[in-house]
């Protein structure tokens, strides 16, 4: 299974002297130049130029039937359960850490999966729940929301 953030087929790609690091679909479709025909600099940018009309890959769910059926499994499994970078005893990361606090703070049991040790996961996640970002909170089997949509809430209080 290929991401939109692997589906670049060209060898300029897998040159590691290209320097080229990574390259991110901005959309459904992924897109990568036929035939090099060099760098364009220009406003502090530079740009892959190619002479010919880029073609499109398809990208492929990372929501596969399986993993749906398990995450369908895991949210329903616990009250509340929290999707974040990794654990509410050492978060690893400052938004992921603000929600931990506040269901700390409110006392809520809750549990935690830890993102960043599968990709897969990580990236069926944003299509299951429809919300690019992490940490994602679910309760009672629903997807709640994000840090932004946690910490305005927690105000209101």
């Not at 940018?45 to 895991?74: G, H, Q, W, Y």
């Not at 919300?131 to 105000?155: K, M, N, R």
């Amino acid at each position: 299974m290929m991401s939109c953030v692997a589906a670049f087929q060209s060898p300029l790609f897998n040159t590691p002297s290209a320097g080229v690091r990574s390259v991110v679909a901005p959309h459904a479709q992924a897109y990568y130049p036929t035939r090099l025909r060099g760098w364009a600099s220009g406003g502090g940018k530079t740009l892959l130029v190619s002479s010919t009309r880029i073609r499109p890959i398809r990208c492929l769910s990372a929501l596969s039937p399986e993993l749906k059926a398990n995450l369908d499994k895991v949210v329903t499994s616990q009250k509340v359960i929290l999707f974040m970078k990794g654990t509410k005893e050492f978060p690893q990361c400052g938004f992921s850490n603000t929600v931990v606090q506040i269901l700390k703070t409110l006392n809520v049991p809750f549990e935690t999966i830890d993102i960043l040790e599968n990709e897969f996961l990580r990236q069926g996640l944003k299509e299951y729940s429809n919300w690019p970002t992490f940490p994602q909170l679910y309760i009672d089997g629903e997807f709640y929301g994000g840090c932004d949509i946690t910490v305005g809430e927690f105000i209101m209080l």
